[in-house]
Protein backbone atom coordinates (compact mmCIF):
# COMPACT_ATOMS: atom_id res chain seq x y z
CA UNK A 1 0.00 0.00 0.00
CA UNK A 2 1.22 3.40 -1.03
CA UNK A 3 1.78 6.10 1.74
CA UNK A 4 -1.44 7.50 1.95
CA UNK A 5 -1.71 11.74 2.88
CA UNK A 6 -4.71 10.87 5.21
CA UNK A 7 -5.15 14.88 5.76
CA UNK A 8 -5.35 15.54 2.89
CA UNK A 9 -7.23 13.38 1.25
CA UNK A 10 -10.86 14.99 -0.50
CA UNK A 11 -14.10 13.39 0.00
CA UNK A 12 -13.99 11.38 -3.35
CA UNK A 13 -14.11 8.05 -4.84
CA UNK A 14 -10.59 5.64 -3.66
CA UNK A 15 -9.96 2.40 -4.36
CA UNK A 16 -9.57 -0.10 -1.87
CA UNK A 17 -9.22 -3.77 -1.73
CA UNK A 18 -12.63 -5.34 -1.72
CA UNK A 19 -16.39 -4.98 -1.83
CA UNK A 20 -18.92 -7.25 -0.35
CA UNK A 21 -22.46 -7.88 -2.97
CA UNK A 22 -25.65 -9.75 -2.29
CA UNK A 23 -28.21 -10.89 -4.63
CA UNK A 24 -32.13 -10.83 -3.83
CA UNK A 25 -33.53 -13.83 -5.89
CA UNK A 26 -36.63 -15.92 -6.21
CA UNK A 27 -38.13 -13.47 -3.14
CA UNK A 28 -34.72 -14.38 -0.83
CA UNK A 29 -31.31 -12.93 -0.27
CA UNK A 30 -28.39 -14.81 -0.95
CA UNK A 31 -24.79 -15.27 0.59
CA UNK A 32 -22.36 -12.26 1.41
CA UNK A 33 -20.06 -12.40 -1.88
CA UNK A 34 -16.60 -10.80 -1.45
CA UNK A 35 -15.15 -9.12 -4.82
CA UNK A 36 -12.08 -7.30 -5.55
CA UNK A 37 -13.28 -5.99 -8.96
CA UNK A 38 -14.24 -2.03 -8.65
CA UNK A 39 -17.05 -2.61 -11.72
CA UNK A 40 -20.37 -5.00 -11.55
CA UNK A 41 -22.14 -6.44 -14.29
CA UNK A 42 -25.65 -5.16 -15.17
CA UNK A 43 -28.31 -6.35 -17.46
CA UNK A 44 -28.90 -3.65 -20.02
CA UNK A 45 -32.41 -3.37 -19.22
CA UNK A 46 -32.30 -3.70 -15.48
CA UNK A 47 -34.53 -1.58 -13.38
CA UNK A 48 -31.83 0.89 -11.43
CA UNK A 49 -30.68 1.99 -14.67
CA UNK A 50 -34.18 3.05 -16.26
CA UNK A 51 -36.37 3.71 -13.62
CA UNK A 52 -34.63 4.80 -10.85
CA UNK A 53 -34.99 1.88 -8.42
CA UNK A 54 -32.03 2.72 -6.56
CA UNK A 55 -30.99 3.72 -2.75
CA UNK A 56 -27.79 4.40 -1.17
CA UNK A 57 -26.69 5.19 2.08
CA UNK A 58 -23.64 6.84 3.78
CA UNK A 59 -21.98 6.26 6.95
CA UNK A 60 -18.45 6.40 8.77
CA UNK A 61 -16.02 4.08 10.69
CA UNK A 62 -13.30 5.81 13.30
CA UNK A 63 -10.02 4.76 14.67
CA UNK A 64 -10.33 5.96 17.93
CA UNK A 65 -6.81 7.10 20.42
CA UNK A 66 -7.46 4.18 22.01
CA UNK A 67 -7.40 1.91 18.82
CA UNK A 68 -10.71 0.74 18.55
CA UNK A 69 -12.46 0.81 15.59
CA UNK A 70 -15.83 2.46 15.81
CA UNK A 71 -19.45 2.53 13.68
CA UNK A 72 -21.86 5.33 14.24
CA UNK A 73 -25.13 4.61 14.83
CA UNK A 74 -25.66 1.48 11.43
CA UNK A 75 -29.29 1.22 12.60
CA UNK A 76 -30.38 4.22 11.62
CA UNK A 77 -28.66 3.90 8.22
CA UNK A 78 -30.10 -0.04 8.01
CA UNK A 79 -33.38 1.75 9.35
CA UNK A 80 -33.40 4.63 6.68
CA UNK A 81 -32.18 2.16 3.72
CA UNK A 82 -35.19 -0.25 4.04
CA UNK A 83 -37.71 3.05 3.89
CA UNK A 84 -35.78 3.88 1.06
CA UNK A 85 -36.45 0.08 -0.87
CA UNK A 86 -40.01 0.45 0.62
CA UNK A 87 -40.63 4.04 -0.91
CA UNK A 88 -39.56 2.78 -4.45
CA UNK A 89 -40.57 -0.60 -3.96
CA UNK A 90 -37.59 -2.73 -3.81
CA UNK A 91 -36.46 -5.37 -1.73
CA UNK A 92 -36.17 -4.66 1.81
CA UNK A 93 -32.62 -5.38 3.37
CA UNK A 94 -32.87 -6.92 6.77
CA UNK A 95 -30.56 -5.27 9.72
CA UNK A 96 -28.77 -8.65 9.87
CA UNK A 97 -27.56 -8.74 5.79
CA UNK A 98 -26.70 -5.34 6.16
CA UNK A 99 -24.71 -5.51 9.64
CA UNK A 100 -22.96 -8.61 7.71
CA UNK A 101 -21.70 -6.65 4.93
CA UNK A 102 -20.45 -3.43 6.66
CA UNK A 103 -19.11 -5.15 9.34
CA UNK A 104 -16.69 -7.34 6.34
CA UNK A 105 -16.52 -4.96 4.44
CA UNK A 106 -14.58 -2.69 7.00
CA UNK A 107 -12.90 -5.82 8.45
CA UNK A 108 -11.25 -7.11 4.78
CA UNK A 109 -10.26 -3.14 4.20
CA UNK A 110 -8.86 -2.71 7.60
CA UNK A 111 -5.84 -1.10 6.50
CA UNK A 112 -7.37 1.70 4.70
CA UNK A 113 -9.14 3.24 8.62
CA UNK A 114 -7.14 6.09 8.88
CA UNK A 115 -5.42 6.67 11.92
CA UNK A 116 -6.26 8.81 15.02
CA UNK A 117 -5.41 12.30 14.86
CA UNK A 118 -5.68 12.91 10.68
CA UNK A 119 -9.26 13.92 10.74
CA UNK A 120 -9.89 11.55 8.55
CA UNK A 121 -12.18 8.29 8.40
CA UNK A 122 -13.15 5.07 6.35
CA UNK A 123 -16.67 6.18 4.64
CA UNK A 124 -18.78 3.08 3.53
CA UNK A 125 -21.09 3.38 0.70
CA UNK A 126 -23.88 0.68 0.64
CA UNK A 127 -25.81 0.59 -2.58
CA UNK A 128 -29.25 -1.39 -3.51
CA UNK A 129 -30.62 -1.48 -6.95
CA UNK A 130 -33.35 -2.73 -9.51
CA UNK A 131 -30.98 -5.53 -11.09
CA UNK A 132 -33.38 -7.42 -12.43
CA UNK A 133 -34.77 -6.79 -16.19
CA UNK A 134 -37.85 -4.71 -17.39
CA UNK A 135 -39.15 -2.93 -20.22
CA UNK A 136 -42.53 -1.67 -18.58
CA UNK A 137 -42.22 0.47 -15.76
CA UNK A 138 -42.20 -1.97 -12.94
CA UNK A 139 -40.33 -3.04 -9.98
CA UNK A 140 -38.20 -5.37 -10.55
CA UNK A 141 -37.68 -8.72 -8.98
CA UNK A 142 -34.20 -9.18 -8.54
CA UNK A 143 -32.09 -6.70 -6.67
CA UNK A 144 -28.45 -6.28 -5.49
CA UNK A 145 -27.32 -5.12 -2.49
CA UNK A 146 -23.69 -3.85 -2.06
CA UNK A 147 -21.29 -2.04 0.50
CA UNK A 148 -18.14 -0.45 -0.56
CA UNK A 149 -15.97 1.57 1.14
CA UNK A 150 -12.66 4.25 1.17
CA UNK A 151 -10.86 6.62 3.09
CA UNK A 152 -11.80 10.28 3.51
CA UNK A 153 -9.99 13.26 4.51
CA UNK A 154 -11.41 15.52 7.07
CA UNK A 155 -14.00 17.70 6.01
CA UNK A 156 -12.56 21.02 6.80
CA UNK A 157 -8.64 21.53 5.94
CA UNK A 158 -8.08 23.85 7.53
CA UNK A 159 -10.38 23.72 10.56
CA UNK A 160 -13.69 24.21 11.55
CA UNK A 161 -14.58 27.06 8.81
CA UNK A 162 -17.90 28.84 8.22
CA UNK A 163 -19.27 28.26 4.52
CA UNK A 164 -21.98 30.51 1.72
CA UNK A 165 -24.83 29.27 1.40
CA UNK A 166 -27.31 30.28 -1.42
CA UNK A 167 -31.12 30.11 -0.94
CA UNK A 168 -32.92 28.94 -4.24
CA UNK A 169 -36.56 29.14 -4.86
CA UNK A 170 -36.52 28.21 -8.82
CA UNK A 171 -35.18 24.57 -8.55
CA UNK A 172 -36.72 21.57 -6.07
CA UNK A 173 -34.79 18.83 -5.19
CA UNK A 174 -38.49 16.80 -4.66
CA UNK A 175 -41.89 17.33 -4.99
CA UNK A 176 -44.28 17.99 -2.50
CA UNK A 177 -45.56 14.01 -2.18
CA UNK A 178 -42.47 12.93 -3.80
CA UNK A 179 -39.23 11.17 -2.54
CA UNK A 180 -37.66 13.82 -0.51
CA UNK A 181 -37.66 11.81 2.60
CA UNK A 182 -35.75 8.99 1.36
CA UNK A 183 -32.02 8.71 0.10
CA UNK A 184 -32.54 7.60 -3.84
CA UNK A 185 -30.55 8.85 -6.28
CA UNK A 186 -33.08 10.67 -8.41
CA UNK A 187 -32.96 13.15 -5.73
CA UNK A 188 -29.54 14.01 -6.11
CA UNK A 189 -29.57 14.24 -10.11
CA UNK A 190 -32.56 17.06 -9.47
CA UNK A 191 -29.84 18.75 -7.12
CA UNK A 192 -27.16 18.52 -9.64
CA UNK A 193 -27.82 21.83 -11.38
CA UNK A 194 -28.83 24.10 -8.85
CA UNK A 195 -25.52 22.89 -6.69
CA UNK A 196 -23.21 23.26 -9.54
CA UNK A 197 -24.97 26.80 -10.29
CA UNK A 198 -24.18 27.89 -6.17
CA UNK A 199 -21.17 26.86 -6.69
CA UNK A 200 -19.84 28.79 -10.14
CA UNK A 201 -21.53 31.81 -8.30
CA UNK A 202 -19.40 31.21 -5.42
CA UNK A 203 -21.51 29.56 -2.73
CA UNK A 204 -20.60 26.02 -1.02
CA UNK A 205 -24.02 24.65 -0.97
CA UNK A 206 -27.72 25.19 -1.84
CA UNK A 207 -30.53 25.85 0.57
CA UNK A 208 -33.61 24.38 -0.92
CA UNK A 209 -36.97 26.11 -0.12
CA UNK A 210 -40.12 23.65 0.35
CA UNK A 211 -41.49 22.82 -3.17
CA UNK A 212 -45.09 23.81 -2.09
CA UNK A 213 -44.94 27.53 -1.38
CA UNK A 214 -41.35 28.17 -1.47
CA UNK A 215 -41.52 30.13 2.19
CA UNK A 216 -40.05 27.78 4.65
CA UNK A 217 -36.60 26.36 4.70
CA UNK A 218 -35.90 22.73 3.36
CA UNK A 219 -32.08 21.44 3.59
CA UNK A 220 -28.94 22.48 2.35
CA UNK A 221 -27.74 20.57 -0.51
CA UNK A 222 -26.72 17.10 1.37
CA UNK A 223 -27.50 17.93 4.36
CA UNK A 224 -30.05 19.29 6.82
CA UNK A 225 -30.48 22.99 8.66
CA UNK A 226 -30.22 24.19 12.01
CA UNK A 227 -30.49 27.19 13.33
CA UNK A 228 -30.10 28.72 17.17
CA UNK A 229 -31.12 30.97 19.36
CA UNK A 230 -32.49 31.81 22.67
CA UNK A 231 -30.53 28.82 24.26
CA UNK A 232 -32.73 26.71 21.69
CA UNK A 233 -32.05 24.07 18.43
CA UNK A 234 -34.57 25.24 15.66
CA UNK A 235 -34.72 22.59 12.74
CA UNK A 236 -37.27 22.39 10.16
CA UNK A 237 -39.67 19.86 10.16
CA UNK A 238 -40.80 18.81 6.75
CA UNK A 239 -42.16 15.82 4.65
CA UNK A 240 -39.54 16.63 2.01
CA UNK A 241 -35.95 16.37 3.95
CA UNK A 242 -34.14 13.09 4.54
CA UNK A 243 -34.15 12.54 8.25
CA UNK A 244 -30.50 13.26 8.56
CA UNK A 245 -29.03 10.92 11.53
CA UNK A 246 -26.33 13.80 12.41
CA UNK A 247 -29.27 15.97 12.96
CA UNK A 248 -30.95 13.40 15.04
CA UNK A 249 -28.36 13.04 17.00
CA UNK A 250 -27.39 17.21 17.46
CA UNK A 251 -30.80 17.45 18.55
CA UNK A 252 -30.32 14.70 21.02
CA UNK A 253 -26.49 16.35 21.95
CA UNK A 254 -28.26 19.74 21.99
CA UNK A 255 -31.01 18.86 25.18
CA UNK A 256 -28.11 17.00 26.99
CA UNK A 257 -26.24 20.38 27.00
CA UNK A 258 -29.22 22.10 28.31
CA UNK A 259 -30.68 23.56 25.23
CA UNK A 260 -34.04 23.48 24.22
CA UNK A 261 -35.33 21.61 20.46
CA UNK A 262 -37.66 22.24 18.30
CA UNK A 263 -38.64 20.75 14.81
CA UNK A 264 -41.26 22.82 13.39
CA UNK A 265 -41.22 24.23 10.15
CA UNK A 266 -38.93 27.25 9.43
CA UNK A 267 -39.66 30.42 7.58
CA UNK A 268 -37.36 31.84 5.35
CA UNK A 269 -38.32 34.71 7.31
CA UNK A 270 -37.38 33.63 10.28
CA UNK A 271 -33.40 33.17 8.71
CA UNK A 272 -32.34 36.67 9.87
CA UNK A 273 -33.19 36.00 13.82
CA UNK A 274 -31.10 33.04 13.94
CA UNK A 275 -27.75 34.00 16.32
CA UNK A 276 -26.18 30.70 14.54
CA UNK A 277 -26.95 28.89 11.50
CA UNK A 278 -25.36 25.43 10.21
CA UNK A 279 -25.77 22.13 7.99
CA UNK A 280 -25.46 18.48 9.37
CA UNK A 281 -24.56 15.40 7.84
CA UNK A 282 -22.14 12.71 7.96
CA UNK A 283 -19.30 14.46 5.71
CA UNK A 284 -18.51 17.34 7.64
CA UNK A 285 -20.96 16.77 11.14
CA UNK A 286 -21.83 20.51 11.03
CA UNK A 287 -20.67 23.06 8.45
CA UNK A 288 -21.40 26.44 10.68
CA UNK A 289 -22.60 28.46 8.04
CA UNK A 290 -21.33 32.22 8.26
CA UNK A 291 -23.58 33.72 5.40
CA UNK A 292 -26.71 33.03 3.51
CA UNK A 293 -27.48 35.10 0.19
CA UNK A 294 -30.93 35.10 -1.08
CA UNK A 295 -30.53 34.69 -4.65
CA UNK A 296 -34.11 35.53 -6.19
CA UNK A 297 -34.67 38.51 -3.12
CA UNK A 298 -30.60 39.35 -3.63
CA UNK A 299 -30.40 39.53 0.16
CA UNK A 300 -28.20 38.36 2.39
CA UNK A 301 -28.25 37.26 5.67
CA UNK A 302 -25.10 37.11 7.87
CA UNK A 303 -23.84 35.33 11.42
CA UNK A 304 -21.10 36.72 13.23
CA UNK A 305 -17.67 35.99 11.44
CA UNK A 306 -16.49 33.78 8.23
CA UNK A 307 -13.46 33.44 10.35
CA UNK A 308 -14.85 31.82 13.23
CA UNK A 309 -18.15 29.45 14.01
CA UNK A 310 -20.72 30.47 16.96
CA UNK A 311 -19.88 28.88 20.20
CA UNK A 312 -22.63 26.46 20.14
CA UNK A 313 -21.91 25.15 17.17
CA UNK A 314 -18.70 24.26 18.40
CA UNK A 315 -20.18 22.54 21.43
CA UNK A 316 -22.13 20.71 19.53
CA UNK A 317 -19.61 19.67 16.58
CA UNK A 318 -17.20 18.97 19.43
CA UNK A 319 -19.04 16.70 21.07
CA UNK A 320 -20.52 14.86 18.14
CA UNK A 321 -16.80 14.49 17.08
CA UNK A 322 -15.90 13.37 20.50
CA UNK A 323 -18.50 10.50 20.35
CA UNK A 324 -17.59 9.02 17.27
CA UNK A 325 -13.80 8.91 18.17
CA UNK A 326 -13.89 7.49 21.98
CA UNK A 327 -13.17 10.54 23.44
CA UNK A 328 -17.03 11.47 24.83
CA UNK A 329 -19.01 9.21 27.02
CA UNK A 330 -21.18 7.57 24.60
CA UNK A 331 -23.95 7.52 26.96
CA UNK A 332 -26.91 6.81 24.45
CA UNK A 333 -25.04 3.64 22.64
CA UNK A 334 -24.45 5.22 19.27
CA UNK A 335 -21.58 3.10 18.62
CA UNK A 336 -20.95 -0.04 17.13
CA UNK A 337 -17.26 -1.06 18.32
CA UNK A 338 -15.25 -3.89 16.60
CA UNK A 339 -13.95 -6.45 18.11
C1 LIG B 1 -30.30 15.11 1.14
C2 LIG B 1 -29.54 14.84 2.39
N1 LIG B 1 -29.93 15.44 3.52
C3 LIG B 1 -29.29 15.23 4.69
C4 LIG B 1 -28.20 14.39 4.76
C5 LIG B 1 -27.51 14.17 6.07
O1 LIG B 1 -27.85 12.91 6.58
P1 LIG B 1 -26.88 12.13 7.55
O2 LIG B 1 -26.70 12.98 8.75
O3 LIG B 1 -27.60 10.88 7.89
O4 LIG B 1 -25.61 11.92 6.82
C6 LIG B 1 -27.75 13.74 3.61
C7 LIG B 1 -26.61 12.82 3.65
O5 LIG B 1 -26.82 11.65 3.82
C8 LIG B 1 -28.44 13.97 2.40
O6 LIG B 1 -28.03 13.38 1.26
Redesign the pocket.
Known amino acids: MENIEWGTLPFGYFKTDYNVRCYYRDGKWGEVEVSSSEYINVHMACTGLHYGQEAFE?MKVFRGKDGKIRMFRWEENAKRLRNSAQGIMMAEVPDELFLEAITKVVKLNEKYIPPYGTGASLYLRPLLFGSGAEVGVKPAEEYMFMVFCGPVGPYFKEGFKPVKIQLVSDYDRTAPQGTGHI?VGG?YAASLRPAFRAKGEGFSSVLFTDAKEHKYID?AG???FFGIKNNTYVTPHSDT??P????MSLEQIARDLGLDVERRPVPVTELETFEEAGA????AIISPIGLIHDREADKTISYGSMDEPGPISVKLYNTLKGIQEGEVEDKHGWNYVFE
Open positions: GKNEPANILSITNCGTA
